[in-house]
Nanobody
């Protein structure tokens, strides 16, 4: 069993910042630190897209970003807290979406419930 709980979304003005958190729990998370974790987003009428990902400790904690967020967003993880973060700076209206936390365990995708981020003046 896997549970991913996102938090930190909200309404922010263009140019502002938000930090999203994803807390992971469950019996299948035997060793959280080795799991690759990802943040995805889905805007109305659009497909869900990968925003950022971070590999587990055995893979060096490598990060990957969508071109649209490079230089503005930072993904990080605290393995002791079983939490993944997404720091979002210089937010733009086109960043408005529901943001989801994701991991894959034993070839199965697991998703959180999502947190709404709205960038508007």
């Amino acid at each position: 069993q896997v549970q991913l709980v996102e938090s930190g979304g909200g309404l922010v003005q263009p140019g502002g910042s938000l930090r999203l958190s994803c807390a992971a729990s469950g019996s299948l998370f035997s060793i959280f630190s080795v799991n690759t974790m990802g943040w995805y987003r889905q805007a109305p009428g659009k497909d869900r897209e990968l925003v950022a990902s971070i590999t587990g400790i055995t893979a060096g904690g490598r990060v990957n970003y969508a071109d649209s967020v490079k230089g503005r967003f930072t993904i990080s993880r605290d393995n002791a807290k079983r939490t993944v973060y997404l720091q979002m700076n210089s937010l733009k209206p086109e960043d408005t979406a529901v943001y989801y936390c994701n991991t894959v365990i034993a070839l199965s995708d697991y998703w959180g419930q999502g947190t709404q981020v709205t960038v508007s003046s």
